[in-house]
């Protein structure tokens, strides 16, 4: 597959998490995706498998981070994988604590599908903001 083609899926990729169509993203990502988000303590932290996990995943993002993007991300690609560059603003809704997240994902395309997903992410800030304040004991 060309490198416009593997961009143009990407691309496509993004589109359908932006306007959440299950059936869209489900379409452009091989049976067995594997979505590696580094970290822990924040939400979305953990390698999610599947379809299932890949709009399990999705939906926790959508019910447990308000997220921007203030500008389009960059697409770089060579040969079957795609580097997309960006920034996210946003709020962890059970904190309404804010997170500035500079990113990277990595992206391999197989077959005309996408087939792994590795984010390269500001987990300091998003853990940051997921953290949830304690009161001093009396």
């Not at 995706?33 to 709009?55: V, Y």
């Amino acid at each position: 597959m060309s490198i416009e083609k593997n961009i143009q899926i990407v691309k496509d990729f993004f589109a359908a998490i932006g306007g959440y169509d299950e059936h869209d993203l489900l379409a452009l990502v091989s049976d067995d995706i594997k979505w590696i988000i580094p970290g822990r303590d924040w939400p979305l932290a953990g390698t999610h498998h599947g379809h299932a996990e890949l709009a399990a995943v999705l939906q926790k993002a959508s019910s447990e981070i308000e997220m921007t993007y203030p500008k389009p991300p960059e697409f770089v690609a060579q040969g079957d994988r795609v580097m997309v560059i960006g920034v996210a603003t946003g709020t962890i809704k059970a904190t309404n604590k804010p997170f500035n997240d500079d990113w990277v994902f990595d992206i391999t395309v197989r077959d005309g599908k996408i087939a792994t997903i590795r984010e390269y992410i500001d987990t300091q800030a998003l853990a940051l903001a997921s953290e949830m304040t304690t009161s001093p004991r009396a």
